[in-house]
């Protein structure tokens, strides 16, 4: 679900929603695995600092906010109107989990979740959330922008 919400001088924000689950007995494989990026080029619906395969889950909700202020505090400073540089804050929240049917640590005629030297690199979210959050700046150059995360 996906929606663009005005917020008068306040600016807007892109808020996307999204959710799944998985009833039944599934491989770890064929569970839901949440989509990354890891490269340096931002993608929108993506988690930009989560690994490759770092979570899988057969319930889950998510939600990512955009939110593009349109220079409401930029353009409080001089030197920065002239350049028309815009704010943009971004959120990313995941939650989600595992039913013990599923997980692989539970369960001991599943495939097991993948190890590194013993150290697990694939996790069950368990009914916690996985947030990123960061803040950027738009419009350089007419189209350039740069974020913190």
Same mark, same amino acid.
């Given at each position: 679900? #996906?929606?663009?919400?005005?917020?008068? !001088?306040? *600016? +807007?924000?892109?808020?996307?929603?999204?959710?799944? /689950?998985?009833? *039944?007995?599934?491989?770890?494989?064929?569970?839901?695995?949440?989509?990354?990026? !890891? =490269? +340096?080029? /931002? !993608?929108?619906?993506?988690?930009?600092?989560m690994n490759?395969?770092?979570?899988?889950?057969?319930?889950?909700? #998510?939600?990512?906010?955009? +939110? /593009?202020?349109?220079?409401?505090?930029?353009?409080? $400073?001089?030197?920065?109107?002239?350049? %028309?540089?815009?704010?943009?804050?971004?959120?990313?929240?995941? /939650?989600?989990?595992?039913?013990?049917?599923?997980?692989?640590?539970l369960g001991?005629? =599943?495939?097991?979740?993948?190890?590194?030297?013993?150290?697990?690199?694939? +996790?069950?979210?368990?009914? %916690? #959330?996985?947030?990123?959050? #960061?803040?950027?700046?738009?419009?350089? $150059?007419?189209?350039?922008?740069?974020d913190v995360?």
């Amino acid at each position: 679900m #996906s929606k663009r919400v005005y917020l008068s !001088q306040f *600016g +807007y924000a892109h808020v996307t929603m999204e959710g799944g /689950y998985i009833s *039944g007995r599934l491989l770890y494989p064929l569970l839901t695995i949440h989509r990354v990026n !890891q =490269t +340096y080029a /931002y !993608q929108i619906n993506l988690f930009n600092l989560m690994n490759f395969m770092e979570f899988v889950s057969d319930r889950f909700a #998510s939600a990512n906010v955009d +939110y /593009y202020l349109n220079g409401f505090i930029f353009n409080k $400073f001089p030197l920065i109107i002239k350049l %028309k540089l815009r704010e943009v804050a971004i959120a990313k929240i995941l /939650y989600g989990g595992v039913n013990a049917e599923n997980n692989p640590v539970l369960g001991s005629n =599943t495939i097991k979740f993948p190890n590194n030297d013993e150290l697990p690199t694939t +996790y069950s979210l368990n009914n %916690k #959330s996985y947030m990123e959050v #960061s803040v950027g700046m738009a419009n350089i $150059f007419k189209i350039l922008r740069v974020d913190v995360f």
